[in-house]
């Protein structure tokens, strides 16, 4: 079935250093959505990208659309205690409206 | 401004019980959702509700059913619970096409023994 592919699945780091998840396609993307869960929370969302090469900031935040429309990443600029949790990308297929897959997520941990 | 509320927060079923999870959004939203989500599994879509008075599948649907009672209750029904439906249960509601981005209840925690 349709799926997207994010790696890594875990990423340890020391607090101040860089973190990026990717989300991979198969096949070309209408549209990335990028979202974040609090340990024991809910997903928030962050953000949509919909446009080949789309690049986008918020804060420490940077989120970018391939030029080719099948990847996508989240960076993260020197991380804080505060950016754990698991970071999903979700990827709407078209169609009927319930066509929102998410990817299994990158679990964020920091050592401060 | 709630946002998307779920009912309960915590829930322990016997084998064969039957519940409902209730689900209601103050934003107007026309569509909304429910998904399970399981360690390395992701979020995973049960069923969804385009507008008041149409359900569909997702890729989870068996053991499940769906009530949209108007357009701001969207409810899960498990109408005997298995082990397997073990999970954390999110509700979640958005413009239309999900381009918009969903909001998401706090989620309601189901162990079934």
């Known amino acids: 079935g349709q799926q997207v592919m994010q790696i890594p699945q875990y990423q340890h780091v020391q607090e101040g250093e860089d973190f990026t998840t990717y989300c991979n396609s198969s096949?070309?993307?209408?549209?990335i959505q990028w979202y974040k869960q609090r340990p024991g929370g809910h997903p928030v969302f962050l953000i949509q990208?919909?446009?080949?090469?789309e690049v986008k900031k918020q804060k420490r935040l940077t989120f970018q659309f391939g030029e080719a429309k099948k990847n996508s990443s989240l960076h993260i600029t020197a991380t804080q205690t505060t950016d754990v949790g698991t970071y999903f990308c979700?990827?709407?297929?078209?169609?009927?409206?319930?066509?929102?897959?998410f990817g299994k997520g990158t679990k964020l941990s920091v050592k401060p | 401004n709630a946002g998307v509320t779920q009912t309960p927060k915590f829930q322990v079923l016997k084998t064969g019980q039957s519940m409902t999870l209730q689900c209601a959004q103050d934003?107007?939203?026309?569509?909304m959702y429910w998904y399970r989500q399981d360690p390395g599994m992701g979020l995973r879509l049960i069923y969804y509700?385009?507008?008041?008075?149409?359900?569909d599948k997702g890729e989870v649907p068996n053991g499940y059913n769906v009530s949209r009672l108007n357009k701001r209750e969207f409810s899960l029904r498990l109408e005997s619970a298995a082990p397997s439906q073990t999970s954390v249960y999110f509700c979640?509601?958005?413009?239309?096409?999900?381009?918009?981005?969903?909001?998401f209840g706090s989620g309601t925690r189901l162990t079934v023994v």
């Open positions: 979640a509601s958005s413009e239309g096409r999900p381009t918009y981005g969903y909001t």
């Open positions: 096949t070309t993307l209408s549209n």
């Open positions: 990208l919909v446009k080949s090469g």
């Open positions: 979700a990827v709407y297929y078209g169609g009927s409206q319930g066509n929102l897959i």
């Open positions: 934003m107007n939203h026309n569509s």
């Open positions: 509700s385009a507008s008041e008075g149409t359900t």
